[in-house]
């Protein structure tokens, strides 16, 4: 990237999100940048006629970027992603119009495993209710109410044996719990002894398991994996944990299985209305599952939301960008968007990261 004193003949760096202040000044230091400071994300015109000009993209979980929407910005040299979950992403397009894709591929592993963890302490010790109660005009101290299962001689069965999964089990070392997950791949002989977790397949996993710990991602054949039929499987008075990706569960079918007891709770980090990529997805959060304030809790996917942990994940998107913009690969790219690669190894190399189990 050629370096030059005036402002206006800089590449242009649009962040559609509010970012940290280092980022901002990492980037000003070569471009010309332009951020989203507010809460909200820009609605889908303003986003476009933001990007029109930009010759690179900082994007996060709410923007949605796909052919039609890269053929409107001729500039664009690279988009990259302040997350790991791409499916709002058109990655494919990316590559025919001969845009770097990046992501940031191990930074949210251990906040996101934390607070998996601390929903399914949450939602198994009534932590929400409680709080609930210590607050209302009804608390006089110590009543026999609210008893909880906890964890400690539990059953716990993690679907999606990822890097997420991986640091997830090793949370509940401390805990005395038996460990199953299901995951198209298999843990070494060694990561399975070290981790103390067995393999088992999926509908064997949900029937026996006191807690259901989701951490997949949304791809081919995990669209509404928890649905009514499978919910039916699941061992009665089970708790359910959705840290991956909402579409993963039908939320309808959800609140039909914690009305009727089959699910004793529902924590949830990740909900279906965030999955823009899909056509059909719900606009709202389903109106039952909110109303169900005893059985559910609920975070606004906080997942990565650690403030130092948030920091880096932004300088790693901007280091991808001064990469690319220097015409240099950049390190975190999921594909290879340079002619001289034919199309089908960069598709390969696309499916098999998809393919991983990851958040």
């Given at each position: 990237?050629?370096?030059?004193?005036?402002?206006?003949?800089?590449?242009?760096?649009?962040?559609?999100?509010r970012?940290?202040?280092?980022?901002?000044?990492l980037?000003?230091?070569?471009?010309?940048?332009?951020?989203?400071?507010?809460?909200?994300?820009?609605?889908?015109?303003?986003?476009?006629?933001?990007?029109?000009?930009?010759?690179?993209?900082?994007?996060?979980m709410?923007?949605?970027?796909?052919?039609?929407?890269?053929s409107?910005?001729?500039?664009?040299?690279v988009?990259?992603?302040?997350?790991?979950g791409?499916?709002?992403?058109?990655v494919?397009?990316?590559?025919?119009?001969?845009?770097?894709?990046?992501?940031?591929?191990?930074?949210?592993?251990?906040?996101?495993?934390?607070?998996?963890?601390?929903?399914?302490?949450?939602?198994?010790?009534n932590?929400?209710?409680?709080?609930?109660?210590?607050?209302?005009?009804n608390?006089?101290?110590?009543?026999?109410?609210?008893?909880?299962?906890?964890?400690?001689?539990?059953?716990?069965?993690?679907?999606?044996?990822?890097?997420?999964?991986?640091?997830?089990?090793?949370?509940l070392?401390?805990?005395d719990?038996t460990?199953?997950y299901?995951d198209?791949?298999?843990?070494?002989p060694?990561e399975?002894?070290?981790?103390?977790?067995?393999?088992?397949?999926?509908?064997?996993?949900?029937?026996?398991?006191d807690?259901?710990?989701?951490?997949?991602?949304?791809?081919?054949?995990t669209?509404?994996?928890?649905?009514?039929?499978?919910?039916?499987?699941?061992?009665?008075?089970s708790?359910?944990?959705?840290?991956?990706?909402g579409?993963?569960?039908?939320?309808?079918?959800?609140?039909?299985?914690?009305?009727?007891?089959?699910?004793?709770?529902?924590?949830?980090?990740?909900?279906e209305?965030?999955?823009?990529?899909?056509?059909?997805?719900?606009?709202?959060?389903?109106?039952r599952?909110?109303a169900?304030?005893?059985?559910?809790?609920?975070t606004?996917?906080?997942?990565?939301?650690?403030d130092?942990?948030r920091?880096?994940?932004e300088?790693?998107?901007?280091?991808?960008?001064?990469?690319?913009?220097?015409?240099q690969?950049?390190?975190d790219?999921?594909?290879?968007?340079r002619?001289?690669?034919?199309?089908?190894?960069?598709?390969?190399?696309?499916?098999?990261?998809?393919?991983?189990?990851y958040q």
């Open positions: 990237m050629k370096k030059t004193s005036t402002l206006s003949s800089r590449p242009v760096v649009v962040i559609t999100h970012v940290h202040d280092q980022v901002k000044q980037l000003s230091a070569e471009c010309r940048v332009i951020c989203n400071d507010s809460q909200e994300s820009w609605t889908p015109d303003v986003l476009l006629q933001q990007a029109s000009q930009a010759d690179a993209l900082m994007v996060f709410p923007d949605s970027v796909d052919d039609h929407f890269l409107q910005c001729p500039n664009l040299k988009v990259a992603a302040a997350l790991k791409f499916d709002n992403f058109d494919e397009a990316c590559t025919r119009r001969g845009v770097w894709f990046t992501i940031v591929p191990d930074l949210l592993t251990q906040p996101t495993a934390e607070l998996a963890l601390g929903l399914a302490l949450g939602i198994t010790r932590v929400l209710p409680g709080d609930r109660l210590v607050r209302s005009d608390y006089r101290g110590w009543r026999p109410v609210l008893y909880g299962r906890g964890l400690r001689g539990q059953t716990i069965g993690i679907i999606g044996m990822g890097k997420v999964g991986q640091a997830f089990a090793g949370l070392a401390g805990f719990t460990i199953f299901s198209r791949t298999r843990l070494s060694q399975e002894s070290r981790l103390r977790v067995s393999r088992v397949d999926f509908d064997h996993l949900i029937s026996i398991s807690v259901v710990v989701l951490l997949v991602p949304l791809q081919n054949g669209l509404h994996l928890i649905n009514k039929a499978t919910l039916g499987q699941m061992k009665r008075g708790y359910l944990v959705n840290v991956g990706r579409s993963v569960v039908d939320e309808e079918a959800v609140a039909e299985a914690l009305a009727s007891s089959q699910l004793a709770g529902y924590a949830a980090d990740v909900f209305m965030e999955d823009w990529a899909r056509p059909d997805h719900p606009q709202t959060i389903s109106a599952l909110l169900n304030s005893a059985n559910t809790l609920f606004p996917h906080l997942g990565s939301a650690v130092s942990v920091l880096e994940i300088l790693a998107a901007a280091r991808n960008i001064l990469k690319a913009l220097n015409g690969e950049p390190a790219a999921i594909n290879q968007p002619p001289a690669e034919p199309v089908v190894a960069a598709d390969e190399r696309r499916l098999a990261l998809k393919s991983q189990s």
